[in-house]
């Protein structure tokens, strides 16, 4: 009785995959980021980047994970601040850290 339910934290990540390989990774991730209550949207049809950075902008996010081929094959994703633009490179294991970090920032 009387007890409110905590607010959602916004959504400020949207996972972008070009691929097969990418796609599988993205699908493993969003259960990584969901146990980490980081929100995420995503957009797992076929589209091309700029198709997907396009939904990404619009959606207002500050990040952008990027996994195409390579990124997944090398256990790496791309993080970009939609902001500035400015693209990174992390190891997977790196990623959720840095979010969290660069979130608190914001």
Do not use: C
């Not at 980490?36 to 396009?54: F, M, P, T, V, Y």
Request: charged share 30%; no cysteine.
């Amino acid at each position: 009785q009387g007890m409110k339910p905590l607010p959602l934290p916004e959504i400020s990540i949207f996972l972008v995959q070009l691929g097969d390989k990418a796609k599988l990774k993205v699908l493993k991730l969003i259960e990584v980021f969901r146990k980490n209550n980081l929100r995420i949207l995503e957009s797992l049809d076929k589209g091309s980047l700029s198709a997907q950075l396009k939904i990404a902008n619009k959606s207002g996010v500050k990040y952008t994970v990027i996994i195409g081929e390579k990124e997944a094959t090398k256990g790496i994703v791309i993080l970009r601040d939609m902001e500035s633009g400015r693209q990174t490179i992390l190891k997977d294991a790196e990623v959720i850290q840095q979010l969290k970090k660069r979130l608190a920032k914001k």
